[in-house]
């Protein structure tokens, strides 16, 4: 139940919030070039503090749940490459839906910290479990 609910926010986000720029754009909007638009919103982080929280850390903490969910139905079965593989065409899918449908734009960046999200979401489910043994 909370995988669903963690799904319909995270759509809604990416797809539905006129506040984070998800209206029509009127245009194809995309970024191709690897790390592009994470290097413009790192350096900018200090003009721009918002913009570098909400287009940088946002699609990182965005992505540890579906990572943190996926290794929790998967259990021991999924390994760090599935996980990452299964995170990865996951947020692929998202941002092709989001070109195609002009809302918002494609980012290569986005998929970088979308994975790294997802990753992060697998091995804090690791974590934990090893935890849970010493609690």
């Given at each position: ?111 970088i910290l979308n994975t790294l999200g997802g990753i992060l979401g ?14």
């Amino acid at each position: 139940m909370l995988f669903a609910l963690y799904l319909v926010a995270l759509l809604y986000l990416l797809f539905f919030a006129e506040g984070l720029g998800r209206n029509n754009v009127g245009g194809y909007r995309y970024n191709l070039v690897p790390l592009n638009e994470i290097t413009r919103y790192w350096n900018l982080r200090s003009v721009y503090p918002r913009a570098f929280v909400i287009n940088l850390l946002c699609n990182i903490v965005a992505f540890m749940p579906f990572g943190y969910f996926i290794a929790l139905f998967a259990d021991r079965k999924l390994s760090l490459f599935m996980g990452t593989l299964v995170t990865f065409m996951f947020s692929l899918m998202i941002e092709s839906v989001q070109l195609v449908l002009m809302v918002g734009s494609f980012d290569v960046d986005d998929l970088i910290l979308n994975t790294l999200g997802g990753i992060l979401g697998i091995l804090g489910y690791r974590l934990s479990r090893v935890l849970r043994k010493y609690l």
